[in-house]
């Protein structure tokens, strides 16, 4: 990777300061004029700064979210797959948003089927139903946080009831997303990370099924 960035400056990211989580946006605007792309040798990476610089890239299609289409880890200089997430790592291949064309053309042409305009905006009734019921529910509670006692929730049920998840089910869901999320985040310490096979079968039964859905459950229609 060295040997593809000569001559861009080499910043660190301090990403495991917790005063750099809490406001990164300072050394932020100071990168954006002093190193507006620069590569992270703790991460391998290229960074940029710059709002125009970031636009144009993601509309270039000579770049996506994957390389492995094109190259093997080895010529990429990357390590061998870890067998112990494998599980995740199968998931991660066919997800929607790491995947190229056509894999994703087609993926997300399955996507589209259940979120056309006329079933989006069925789904409004039912929102404001939910968000109704959050309300309710915050009647009386004095002060509280809004992002996670109202806001938060909604996605949440939304999705759940999109998928058909159980209502019993669905208080693992947000925790299983920010534990899946981790597995992304550059700068956690090994110690902090879930374990992903662990994580992926704890997780699949609760979302299984023997047949792909067809669209929103019957109450979300």
Not at 147 to 170: K, S
């Given at each position: 990777?060295?040997s ?29 004029e ?36 094109r ?44 979120f ?5 905006e ?6 404001e ?18 992002v996670?006692?109202y806001?938060e ?69």
């Amino acid at each position: 990777m060295r040997s593809q960035v000569a001559g861009l400056p080499e910043v660190s990211l301090p990403l495991e300061d917790p005063a750099f989580i809490r406001n990164p946006y300072g050394l932020l605007s100071d990168l954006r004029e002093s190193a507006p792309v620069f590569y992270d040798p703790r991460m391998g990476r290229v960074v940029l700064t710059r709002h125009a610089d970031i636009s144009a890239l993601l509309r270039d299609r000579r770049f996506g979210r994957s390389a492995l289409h094109r190259y093997s880890r080895d010529e990429l200089g990357w390590p061998p797959a870890d067998p112990r997430q494998a599980n995740f790592d199968a998931f991660n291949n066919n997800h929607m948003l790491d995947s190229e064309p056509p894999k994703h053309t087609r993926l997300r042409s399955l996507v589209q089927l259940a979120f056309t305009p006329r079933r989006v905006e069925r789904l409004q009734g039912r929102i404001e139903d939910i968000l109704g019921a959050q309300l309710a529910g915050l009647h009386g509670a004095g002060s509280f946080d809004l992002v996670e006692r109202y806001a938060e929730p909604l996605p949440v049920t939304v999705i759940a009831e999109l998928l058909g998840v159980p209502e019993e089910a669905r208080g693992h869901l947000r925790p299983w997303s920010a534990a899946i999320v981790k597995l992304y985040e550059p700068g956690v310490s090994p110690g902090h990370r879930p374990r992903p096979s662990r994580l992926y079968w704890t997780s699949a039964p609760c979302c299984a099924s023997s047949q792909p859905s067809a669209g929103p459950s019957p109450r979300m229609t």
